[in-house]
């Protein structure tokens, strides 16, 4: 089996058997040749190890025996990418100190991914801090191509994302909520396309929602469309954004606002592939009960 065929294949299988997919990547590293598959090969074992299996050391442990296997063709990149993850799963098991020999923009990077971890394993008050650990440290601006910016992006959508779950938020967690839906539009403008923009566009009303925040969340679905209607965005984009306009005039009670966004919603839906609606099916029905 090629790497890439590897890859693919644990990827495909890490969501359902993540202990599995575990040993399979303890098992690979002597197949690793180059720095771009190191790197992708930590990437995954992070994310396995730590948000999947709290295994945070076990990780610490796997990164390292990477990088001795790797170590004569290794490179800057490969070297910082190690490093970063070593950091964000030790912030994750609880060493403050991790991150303190990593320049500013990797420690932004490491508390961001540790953040999008612990949230991933319902952890929100550490999640939050680590979160806000990154901001600080991004506060005073990030260098172009900073891993740090992505990292805040995606940390800030699955934080929010984690606790619009969460049936029982206090209010801490619900201002956190917002926070990082925020932090995350904020980085995926300036690390994402415009469909990750977009994205966190809905990401953002969608929280706003979940925060009683109507006015707020109608002008996020509002610039959401926008960008949808700017890049001929594909069906399902203009369905979640009409379905999240739609949502917000009928919390802000504004019936016929809502009504119109609904029947564009179902317009929308009407025109997806088949393959497409069971993403969407769920949300179209709790549509139609709103007046």
């Not at 970063?84 to 060493?95: E, H, N, V, Y």
């Not at 650990?133 to 990030?142: E, F, Q």
């Not at 009407?270 to 969407?280: G, K, T, Y």
Request: glycine share 8%; charged share 25%; net charge negative.
């Amino acid at each position: 089996m090629t790497f890439d065929a590897f890859m693919e294949q644990a990827w495909s299988d890490h969501g359902e058997h993540p202990a599995e997919v575990a040993a399979r990547l303890e098992g690979c590293i002597e197949d690793v040749g180059a720095p771009a598959e190191a790197q992708a090969l930590a990437r995954l074992g992070i994310h396995v190890m730590g948000e999947h299996l709290g295994e945070w050391m076990r990780g610490v442990r796997w990164l390292d025996a990477l990088a001795v296997h790797a170590a004569p063709f290794s490179d800057e990149a490969l070297e910082r990418s190690l490093a970063r993850g070593r950091a964000t799963l030790r912030l994750a098991a609880g060493d403050a100190t991790a991150a303190l020999g990593l320049v500013r923009d990797d420690a932004a990077a490491a508390y961001a991914a540790a953040a999008a971890a612990l949230a991933g394993r319902a952890d929100f008050r550490r999640a939050l801090d680590a979160l806000e650990h990154a901001r600080t440290l991004a506060s005073a601006g990030l260098a172009p191509g900073s891993p740090a910016a992505r990292a805040l992006a995606v940390a800030g959508n699955n934080v929010s994302a984690a606790l619009e779950e969460k049936g029982d938020r206090d209010p801490a967690e619900t201002a956190g909520m917002v926070a990082a839906a925020h932090t995350g539009l904020r980085y995926w403008r300036q690390a994402g396309t415009w469909l990750e923009h977009e994205r966190a566009e809905y990401r953002l009303a969608s929280s706003l929602l979940c925060a009683q925040d109507a006015a707020g969340a109608a002008a996020a679905a509002r610039r959401c469309l926008a960008l949808c209607a700017a890049h001929d965005a594909p069906a399902l984009e203009c369905f979640f954004g009409q379905e999240v306009l739609a949502r917000a005039c009928f919390a802000a009670g504004d019936a016929s606002c809502g009504m119109a966004a609904r029947s564009r919603a179902q317009s929308a839906y009407a025109a997806l592939p088949d393959e497409e609606r069971a993403s969407a099916e769920a949300a179209l029905r709790a549509l139609e009960t709103l007046a």
